[in-house]
């Protein structure tokens, strides 16, 4: 909620970028921890759909939801251009459209913030050990 910006037209905002795990934690002390097997990615966690934030007119008509939705990227596009009036992000910020691949680890757990650390850490030892240089799927 607190990387949320409450724009007046509402847009996807509150990215993080270069991350290499993120926990998602529920008061009971539930959590979920995504972890990245071997470039850091692009999360972000919302309290509004997708659909939601694209067929709304203004923020104030977005329902916040129970729900957390998780959304994870290999890349993002820059924000927009040198003025406020619709301009393209510039050319060095731009996506092409082409396919990527990437890969996580999603990982559900019982604890706070230390466990989430702990597991975050140990999972990506995991995959350090694990990881397959060759590319064959089949790891060490």
Do not use: C
Request: glycine residues 10%; negative net charge.
């Amino acid at each position: 909620d607190e990387l949320w910006v409450d724009y007046p037209g509402p847009q996807e905002n509150g990215n993080l970028s270069d991350v290499h795990w993120l926990a998602l934690l529920h008061p009971t002390g539930i959590g979920l921890l995504v972890v990245t097997t071997d470039t850091p990615l692009n999360m972000s966690v919302r309290r509004f759909s997708q659909e939601q934030i694209e067929t709304s007119n203004y923020s104030w008509d977005l329902e916040t939801s129970p729900l957390s939705y998780l959304e994870v990227a290999g890349k993002v596009n820059g924000v927009g251009g040198n003025d406020s009036w619709g301009a393209t992000a510039m050319e060095p910020y731009r996506l092409e459209n082409e396919n990527t691949a990437f890969s996580f680890w999603l990982v559900s757990f019982r604890g706070g913030e230390e466990e989430a650390r702990r597991l975050g850490r140990e999972v990506m030892s995991w995959q350090a050990e694990y990881s397959d240089p060759n590319g064959s799927g089949e790891g060490h």
